[in-house]
């Protein structure tokens, strides 16, 4: 293979990547403004009764059976105030496709009621529990990045990876404050300036 073809798959897998970051990234500004518009507000309040002015979310990602060829968020985690989270996104019957199919099995399977339209909090809990989810934090963008969107995605089917459930839902926006992640974020913020 010459460096000539070489260059030009590292270049069309570049550009991928890319891809998989603005269609994940269109889909948060999306729930965003769906978020907003139904006026969803973060948890928790100063002690003075004022709310939080951040925008900071961070997307939780379907991982389909067929990797990411075309990222699904199905919901964002807004953080809150002292560790408070809240999880915005689509319902059982707002869903179709792959996750709806595969969320139909996992809720059978776990006993729950088919005839409920449950909502993305509890979908998203049932999804984490069998690895098929993952809260996207900045530094999983830069292992993306580094060893593709798919690695990531089985990495975290595995077990290797973390799907990030349990810390971002303690520790809230603060999961920014390990180093790995501030660097990652402060790496991306860069990038986007």
């Known amino acids: 293979m010459s460096s ?21 990234q269109a889909q948060v500004v999306h729930l965003s403004s769906a978020a907003e518009d139904q006026g969803i507000q973060r948890p928790g309040t100063f002690t003075c ?13 379907y991982l389909g059976k067929d990797g990411v060829e075309n990222p699904v968020v199905l919901g964002i985690v807004m953080t809150g105030l002292h560790g408070k989270s809240l999880i915005f996104g689509y ?27 449950w909502p993305a909090d509890a979908l998203a809990d049932v ?6 989810a993952l809260i996207l934090l900045p530094n999983d963008v830069l292992y993306a ?17 973390t799907t ?15 180093d790995r992640q501030v660097d990652a ?3 991306i913020a860069n990038e986007s300036a």
């Open 4 to 24: 000539r073809s070489t260059k030009k798959e590292n270049n069309a897998e570049q550009d991928t990547e890319s891809t998989i970051e603005q269609v994940i």
């Open 49 to 61: 009764g004022r709310r939080t002015g951040s925008k900071l979310v961070f997307p939780i990602l």
């Open 91 to 117: 319902r059982l019957e707002d869903l179709d496709g792959d996750p709806k199919e595969e969320l139909d099995q996992l809720i059978e399977f776990e006993g729950l009621s088919e005839r409920v339209n």
């Open 127 to 132: 999804l984490f529990d069998h690895r098929k």
């Open 145 to 161: 990045r580094e060893n593709g969107w798919n690695q990531l995605f089985e990495d975290v089917k595995t077990g290797v990876r």
């Open 164 to 178: 990030n459930r349990t810390a971002v839902r303690r520790m809230g926006r603060l999961i920014l404050g390990s």
């Open 185 to 187: 974020y402060n790496q």
